[in-house]
């Protein structure tokens, strides 16, 4: 088994993001549980974390669907250097939580069977500005000794970090580090067929309780409420902004926040039906 998880990650390896994420589609399109077929016989589940929309939070409820050590939590980087990890135990996981974009090894391990794929969305102003605090508060990716000097109109004006410019539709469509000059029509167009076809609910960050109870309802359990996850450090929030500053944030998030209102449409009728 082994020795099969590291071919594939070899031929993985060898092929560009481009071919990786056209497999990955095909594969999930086929393999992705309805909405409506959600429940807790249907394994694995694999929670796809958009960074700073809740993800850690939602860990902790699916604690409460299944046994801890059916549960493997690792970050894609951690995930290809040592991609046996998914047969630790002899046996595929129940759930599969991380950071991981369309392009990842990860879909090309997973037995061909029905999954359970989850993720989050944002509101992309909201994102923006924690992202922020996250850097600012080196917080996140182990940012330098000057990262608490970073002001925030610095921060939203860089033009090289894709991840402040519709990065979370860029992370649904596999293009966080690829094709930057992409138009919106195309990138809007990506991210959308795959949240249509590949994946079997999206929530919104701004409703996670209703994401976990819907989750809930579906399956025949209860999850109880555990304390909120202590935030970090906020130096920014909403109403510092200035009407300038969201104008730039606006601009530069035109598909995410396309998306995230297609996204947050679709939950709420998914809650009412």
Known sequence: MHEEIINKAKNWQQRSDKENIEINLSWLTN???DFNKINLNKTPWVFSNIPKTAGKALDNYLTQAF???DILNVNSVEFNALPQCIYLKNKLPKAITGQFSM???????????????LSMMRDPVFRVI?????????NYHNQDDDSESLDFDSFIQQ???LEI?????????GLLDSEPDISDKNLYKKAKYVVDN???LIGISEQFNQFYELLGKKCGIKFHNLAPIVRSKLKVQLSDLKDSQLDIIKEKNKVDIQLYQYVKNLFTQRMNG
């Open 31 to 33: 393999n992705v549980v």
């Open 67 to 69: 046994v801890l050590s």
């Open 103 to 117: 392009s990842e090894l990860l879909y090309q391990l997973v037995p061909s069977q029905e999954i359970v794929h």
């Open 130 to 138: 924690f992202l922020y605090n996250d850097i600012a508060t080196e």
């Open 159 to 161: 033009d090289n970090l």
């Open 165 to 173: 410019q519709n990065g979370q539709a860029r992370r649904f469509a």
């Open 198 to 200: 590949c994946f079997s």
